[in-house]
């Protein structure tokens, strides 16, 4: 789909990666973003329409869809990193909340979106992944696991939607410069370079975007010796 004209809806828009996604789009001549944030008064981009959207709740989710019926493209992008593992303290908690953000959330606004793009002609859907989704880190499992279970969601969407000519996209990316990512240590990409690659993949028809080497080699290290992906668990040679 051309960007130029479309309708765009983003939540967590108000930062990191959202907010460069909102640049994004109006450069590339959307006619209209709606910048999703919980904060509405979070959301300083000049020419974008703030919309009070928690992602987790159910009434939010409803009065954006009843507010904004021209929506032909849906950014799924927000997201929370809670980092805690299988046997933190708070795991089951902060697992429970990740889930609910991560998965429940972009599902819901899917669900909600789904008749509005196929009414618009069908349009698209980006839902921002991560490298994590086919990787798995202790210190963010829940995260980690999180990502899979959307990235399997995803799936799913780009088939039941096929018919209504929604194209479904997914963006996987490793480390970026945002408030997520702050404290972590590596090398990291630019969110509006992101934010390009992804609507450049949009244009082209794309079910899936790589961002970033990592992503690109953690996805064909799939296929491969598990130890590849997890070399800590490879025999040490000699023992
Ligand atoms: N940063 C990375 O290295 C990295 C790598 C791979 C993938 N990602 C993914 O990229 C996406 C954007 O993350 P980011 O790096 O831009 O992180 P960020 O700077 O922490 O921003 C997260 C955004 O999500 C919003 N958000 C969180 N919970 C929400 C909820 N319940 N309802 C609505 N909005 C909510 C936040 O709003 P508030 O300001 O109200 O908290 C904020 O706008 C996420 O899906 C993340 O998992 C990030």
Redesign the pocket.
């Known amino acids: 789909m051309e960007i130029a004209g479309s309708v765009a809806l983003v939540?967590?828009?108000?930062?990191?990666?959202?907010?460069?996604f909102c640049r994004a789009l109006l450069e590339a001549g959307a006619s209209k973003v709606y910048a999703?944030?919980?904060?509405i008064d979070?959301v300083g981009l000049p020419g974008v329409i703030p919309v009070r959207?928690?992602?987790?709740?159910p009434a939010?989710v409803a009065a954006a869809a009843s507010e904004c019926g021209d929506v032909s493209l849906l950014i799924?992008?927000?997201?929370?990193?809670t980092g805690a593992g299988v046997f933190s303290e708070d795991a089951m908690a902060a697992g429970r909340r990740e889930f609910?953000?991560?998965v429940f959330?972009p599902l819901a606004l899917t669900r909600a979106f789904a008749p509005i793009l196929g009414s618009n002609g069908g349009g698209a859907v980006i839902n921002?992944?991560?490298?994590?989704s086919w990787l798995s880190n202790p210190g963010a499992a829940f995260?980690c696991a999180s990502?899979a279970a959307s990235w399997s969601l995803t799936n799913a969407m780009r088939q039941d939607l096929h018919a209504q000519h929604t194209h479904v996209m997914a963006l996987?990316?490793?480390?970026?410069?945002?408030?997520?990512?702050a404290r972590?240590r590596g090398s990291?990409s630019s969110?509006d370079e992101v934010a390009s690659q992804a609507l450049a993949g949009i244009q082209a028809g794309a079910f899936e975007v790589l961002a970033d080497e990592t992503s690109r080699r953690v996805r064909s290290g799939l296929s491969a010796d598990l130890t590849v992906l997890y070399p800590s668990l490879a025999p040490v040679v000699g023992a």
């Open positions: 939540s967590g828009a108000n930062r990191g990666l959202g907010a460069a999703g944030a919980r904060d979070a959207l928690d992602i987790t709740s939010d799924n992008n927000a997201g929370i990193l609910e953000t991560n959330g921002v992944l991560s490298v994590l995260y990502k996987h990316v490793g480390l970026m410069e945002t408030d997520m990512a972590l990291k969110p």
